[in-house]
């Protein structure tokens, strides 16, 4: 019975990503802006729980005030797989939020992506990580890595990745008080759109520029400000159209001594940089 199957009723990351870099390198016919990035994975979680229901039904165990029922990313994903599948399974999806929303950590995504994974698994639809990848896409052009499920060096929109490795370093990350509107960034005329692609050893060797940092930094004073603070421990750098700001450290104990000076005057996480999704581990684990 399905209500017997393992993995209803445990509780499913959704992990946060940074981009690394940002670059602009052009722009396809329909208006979106072709880029280069890297997304990697941290160890900050949103946590999705999975009920069965009845009568076919997905619905959210605890709506999020605001926002309808039918528009939270999580519902419109489980109706997704069940629209392309022709599956009759309900669910019942409960979210735990630790992410901010807003900040450019990918939280909706991400929960996304846990819901189009897992229900997979646990309605036994078997269908392939690249269509899962492509019905992501549908949702969210960062719906796809979070399937993915690894560090990956992307491309086009963000959706054609490739695995990199790269060192799992502690980040400090701040949320300053701002909710950055990515379509009036990428609208903004001064916007750097042509900017000259790179490879993979280019960033390895340091070339970590976000073409969106310095019109984020006019736009919005508190993301500048909030630059300057972390600058003073490390090189601070905006992840993707922000509004978060990061800093990479070498070792924890750093790590946490800026997170405990910055906490008294900032919303501040600290975090661990991983090249493989805890998703996808706990997948491997055999859990379903």
């Known amino acids: 019975m399905q209500e017997q199957a393992a993995g209803w009723g445990e ?23 072709l880029l280069q990035t890297v997304f990697q994975i941290i160890d900050l979680c949103d946590w999705i729980t999975f009920f069965p229901a ?22 419109r994903a489980a109706n997704l797989l ?3 599948t022709g599956c009759s399974s309900g669910v019942c999806i ?7 929303m807003g900040g450019g950590l990918g939280g909706g995504s991400s929960d996304a992506a846990t819901t189009l994974v897992v229900l ?17 896409l549908q949702l969210g052009a960062d719906v796809p890595v979070f399937v993915y499920g690894y ?19 502690w980040v400090v990350v701040i949320k300053p008080d701002c909710h950055v509107n990515t379509k009036q960034i990428f609208l903004t005329e001064e916007l750097t759109r042509d900017s000259k692609p ?13 073409d969106c940092l310095p019109v984020v930094s006019r736009l919005y004073k508190s993301v500048s400000n909030a630059l300057d603070a972390l600058s003073q421990y490390a090189e601070a750098r905006l992840t993707g159209t922000g509004a978060c700001v990061f800093a990479q450290f070498n070792s924890e104990e750093s790590a946490r001594e800026a997170f405990s000076a910055l906490s008294q005057d900032w919303l501040v996480y600290l975090a661990r940089g991983l090249n493989v999704s805890p998703l996808h581990e706990k997948l491997e684990q055999g859990s379903v």
Do not use: C, S
């Open 11 to 33: 509780k499913w990351p959704a992990p946060a990503k940074l981009n690394l870099m940002l670059r602009i390198t052009g722009r396809r016919p329909d208006g979106y802006h």
């Open 54 to 75: 009845e009568n076919g039904r997905v619905y959210l165990r605890h709506p999020i005030p605001g926002v309808l029922e039918h528009e939270d990313l999580t519902v």
């Open 82 to 84: 069940k629209q392309y």
């Open 94 to 100: 409960d979210v735990e939020k630790n992410l901010p």
């Open 120 to 136: 997979n698994r646990l309605w036994n639809l078997q269908l392939p990580l690249e269509k899962l990848m492509e019905l992501g």
């Open 151 to 169: 560090t990956a060096w992307g491309e086009g929109v963000g959706e054609e990745l490739k695995p990199i490795m790269i060192p799992e370093q």
């Open 198 to 210: 790179i490879k993979m050893r280019d960033f390895i060797a340091g070339d970590w520029r976000n």
